[in-house]
T-cell receptor, first 117, second 109 residues
């Protein structure tokens, strides 16, 4: 079965410090991968998605970047964190192959809580 | 632009059925209706999805109208643990989920 790992689970970082959140997926190959963020009291916002190694699409211009160095690894980074980067970061991945007539299901990791102070 | 419209909140008594409506009048022929829920401080949890037929699994039932312009998620016997924000999302298979504000369901004893 497919598993999504995220780490760290929680972290507190000072303003201006760098960030690296990692997401790895098991049980699938060449998956689409997604990063979402949920700020306090806000909805889920799609940040980045990737359809393959080195292929990143950004949905919202911001202080963050994403990379996909390996097929099942997706990294969210920042060179200098802002207070507004605080939030709950979620990695997501679809189960199965997208094909007409079947649909598929996107599952989420357990998330990483980031507090910028 | 939001593809779905959901009531902001609903209440349900424990043990009763919870019926959560969703309007998606602009749905395309190749778009599915997905339902997720998010319990406080957790990631979204997949519930069910469908294309045009009604669907049922161990968690819920999904009723899609014949014209596909609306649907209803049914939790047959709501419990306190079903208190969450429920999201109805319309999208093509394999594409990113775009979340709206959802419906906050409060189940009380």
């Amino acid at each position: 079965s497919q598993t999504i790992h995220q780490w760290p689970a929680t972290l507190v970082q000072p303003v201006g410090s760098p960030l690296s959140l990692e997401c790895t997926v098991e049980g699938t190959s060449n998956p689409n991968l997604y990063w979402y963020r949920q700020a306090a009291g806000r909805g889920l916002q799609l940040l980045f998605y990737s359809v393959g190694i080195g292929q990143i699409s950004s949905e919202v211009p911001q202080n963050l970047s994403a990379s996909r160095p390996q097929d099942r690894q997706f990294i969210l980074s920042s060179k200098k964190l802002l207070l507004s980067d605080s939030g709950f970061y979620l990695c997501a991945c679809p189960v199965g192959q997208a094909s007409w007539g079947s649909g598929n299901t996107i599952y989420f990791g357990e998330g990483s809580w980031l507090t910028v102070v | 632009d939001a593809k779905t419209t959901q009531p902001p909140s609903m209440d349900c008594a424990e043990g009763r059925a919870a019926n959560l409506p969703c309007n998606h009048s602009t749905i395309s022929g190749n778009e599915y209706v997905y339902w997720y829920r998010q319990i406080h401080s957790q990631g979204p949890q997949y519930i069910i999805h469908g294309l045009k037929n009604n669907e049922t699994n161990e968690m819920a039932s999904l009723i899609i109208t014949e014209d596909r312009k609306s649907s209803t998620l049914i939790l047959p016997h709501a419990t306190l643990r079903d208190t969450a924000v429920y999201y109805c999302i319309v999208t093509q298979a394999g594409t990113a989920l775009i979340f709206g504000k959802g419906t906050t369901l409060s189940v009380s004893s």
